[in-house]
């Protein structure tokens, strides 16, 4: 079992941005390709960005490609989604995943998160106009 736990979410205005955090105390962090995916109210599921178990591959939504920074640290066993120039429409809650497959087949998984071994319980961006 492999417990992830975000943090960093909060309400920032438009043009701003936040730093998301994802930890596990594990020691099986590098055995799992990592991503973000993010749930508006009403929509569903979407993925964000993923990450492959050295953090030498990196796959992102177009919608938040050039904006959005996805990095890992396997010593600090700890996932990262910088966000910059934030939008309302990037309001969401915002989930860590661990897969132990490829990192792209995060980013085309039907339905989005399909196949994922394990969620965080998500942590909510608001972004206000």
């Known amino acids: 079992q492999v417990q992830l736990v975000e943090s960093g979410g909060g309400l920032v205005q438009a043009g701003g941005s936040l730093r998301l955090t994802c930890t596990t105390p594990?020691?099986?962090?590098?055995?799992?390709?990592m991503g973000w995916f993010r749930q508006a109210p009403g929509k569903e599921r979407e993925f964000v960005a993923a990450i492959s178990r050295s953090g030498d591959i990196t796959t992102y939504a177009d919608s938040v490609k050039g904006r959005f920074t996805i990095s890992r640290d396997n010593a600090k066993t700890t996932l990262y989604l910088q966000m910059n120039s934030l939008k309302p429409e990037d309001t969401a809650v915002y989930y860590c995943?661990?897969?132990?497959?490829?990192?792209?087949?995060?980013?085309?998984?039907?339905?989005?998160?399909?196949?994922?071994?394990?969620w965080g319980k998500g942590t909510l961006v608001t972004v206000s106009s």
């Open positions: 995943a661990a897969d132990r497959g490829a990192s792209r087949a995060m980013s085309v998984a039907v339905p989005p998160g399909h196949g994922v071994d394990y």
């Open positions: 594990g020691r099986t962090f590098s055995n799992y390709a």
